[in-house]
């Protein structure tokens, strides 16, 4: 069965540092990975998506990500952070029958200070 | 377009009683699902649809049922609410397409309808 894992439930890092956000997963077949943000009271977002080809994905608000097939882990990335980047990052993987479900991972709150 | 519509946003029921949350899309997407988001819990699927006439249970299906008789709606029912179901739910939309797609397999998200059972 398909299955996502992020590992902290909260990471903290200063404004104008570099972040992570660490998700693993478990598939059979090749990955349909994905990162969604939610924001306070709010419903959820896209931010990117990895289906193929290039490791590094980029998507929204200078977001990006990760593909790593050999650890099987899809990291969310961001050079610089920003305090409106705080909130609730949830990543997920497309259930193997194309039905298109989502698996989702427990979620990691990011916090940036000023 | 408004994408994907989720009502009632708020709702107090007591133990034993029946409702409705009500889900609309109209970007004719054929896959509909509803989320359970509890803290600490991520989200759980409940049921899921991948066309009209076609429902199939998720992770947590029980004391919930669904019905796809369009496209457009997929209405999620609470049969007798128990404070378990206390929770914020989210009904979402997609669609296949090939791999090159850039919208294919995306989920586009209701804004929830949170929900307290007392």
């Known amino acids: 069965a398909q299955s996502v894992a992020q590992p902290e439930d909260q990471v903290n890092v200063a404004e104008g540092n570099p972040l992570t956000v660490k998700c693993t997963y478990s598939v059979s077949g090749n990955p349909y990975l994905f990162w969604y943000v939610q924001y306070p009271n709010r419903g959820l977002q896209f931010l990117l998506k990895?289906?193929?080809?290039?490791?590094l994905v980029k998507g929204s608000y200078g977001f990006e990500a990760e593909f790593n097939k050999s650890q099987t882990s899809f990291h969310l990335k961001k050079p610089s952070a920003l305090v409106s980047d705080s909130a609730l990052y949830f990543c997920?993987?497309?259930?193997?029958?194309?039905?298109?479900?989502?698996?989702f991972g427990q979620g990691t709150t990011l916090q940036v200070k000023p | 377009n408004a994408g994907v519509t989720q009502t009632p946003k708020f709702q107090v029921l007591k133990t034993g009683q029946s409702m409705t949350l009500q889900c609309a899309q109209d970007m004719n997407h054929e896959y509909m699902s509803w989320y359970r988001q509890d803290p600490g819990m991520g989200l759980r699927l409940i049921h899921y649809?991948?066309?009209?006439?076609?429902?199939d249970q998720g992770e947590v299906p029980n004391g919930y049922n669904v019905s796809r008789s369009t496209t457009e709606d997929f209405p999620l029912r609470l049969l007798s609410a128990a404070p378990s179901q206390t929770s914020v739910y989210f009904c979402?939309?997609?669609?296949?397409?090939?791999?090159?797609?850039?919208?294919?397999?995306?989920?586009?998200f209701g804004a929830g309808s949170r929900l307290t059972v007392l």
């Open positions: 979402a939309s997609s669609y296949s397409g090939g791999q090159g797609t850039s919208g294919a397999n995306v989920l586009t």
């Open positions: 649809s991948v066309g009209a006439g076609i429902t």
């Open positions: 997920a993987v497309r259930d193997s029958g194309n039905t298109g479900k989502l698996i």
């Open positions: 990895y289906i193929t080809g290039d490791n």
